[in-house]
């Protein structure tokens, strides 16, 4: 089958210019690599750091290996990495910054936990200690998930929370998932804890608020409150 005359030009036109394109990048001193960012910061010395070619032009680094290495690191889930024309190469890791804190029972090591609920680690990462501790659970592993499913709607109703309420959240503690039938909520400064039910944190924690601002009661030997009731709450006193 003969093509159209101006449609073979075109394809010759194209390999040509594809041709030229890449010969341009492979060869010529004007896309050689000058600059590298991790996570959008521009960094020093990064040929010795990452076993990048100063001087040499993009399409000849060696990122697979680059990537390969970084991968390694336990701190590293995932590695995306860019050109960015004429001198630059991008390179993006997992970026998780934690939202809330968990306490792994098992090791009684301290990780962070992002908006998604994913396990993070705390070496190198962008936190503020002004958030709350989840206790009484397990980790599987580093950029994993806690085993407990309540974990996720939990750190979900944290992050409307702080929206809606920024003091409030800042003087929350803990919050003990050591019980299946309900969470317990410790509050910097109050000498009880509330116990509530995981699906519904904002609704209870709501209910607390309006209980103390409309009724002031005298709480002063009370360890628990228990907010899972729709028309009560029953202030308990003893264990907490």
Not at 15 to 38: K, R, W
Not at 116 to 121: F, N, P, Q, T, Y
Not at 192 to 210: A, M
């Amino acid at each position: 089958m003969m093509l159209p005359k101006k449609i073979k030009l075109s394809l010759i036109f194209f390999v040509l210019f594809g041709t030229t394109l890449l010969s341009v990048l492979n060869f010529t001193d004007y896309f050689a690599l000058e600059i590298v960012s991790v996570n959008a910061a521009n960094l020093d010395n990064w040929s010795d750091k990452y076993s990048l070619l100063e001087g040499t032009p993009l399409m000849h680094q060696p990122l697979d290996s680059l990537a390969s290495a970084l991968m390694k690191k336990k701190s590293i889930y995932k590695v995306d990495i860019d050109y960015a024309l004429p001198n630059k190469i991008e390179i993006k890791t997992n970026n998780y910054k934690p939202v809330c804190f968990v306490l792994d029972r098992r090791t009684k090591k301290i990780y962070g936990l992002d908006s998604d609920s994913r396990v993070v680690l705390l070496e190198n990462s962008d936190y503020s200690w002004n958030n709350p501790v989840l206790t009484s659970l397990t980790i599987s592993k580093p950029y994993g998930f806690c085993l407990d499913h309540r974990v996720k709607q939990v750190v979900q109703a944290l992050q409307k929370f702080k929206k809606k309420n920024r003091d409030l959240y800042g003087l929350i503690d803990e919050i003990d998932f050591g019980n299946s039938g309900f969470l317990k909520v410790s509050i910097d400064g109050l000498p009880y804890r509330l116990k509530v039910r995981y699906n519904y944190l904002l609704d209870d924690v709501d209910k607390f608020i309006r209980f103390v601002s409309r009724f002031d009661p005298n709480l002063e030997n009370i360890t628990l409150l228990d907010l899972r009731y729709d028309e009560m709450i029953v202030c308990s006193q003893g264990k907490k």
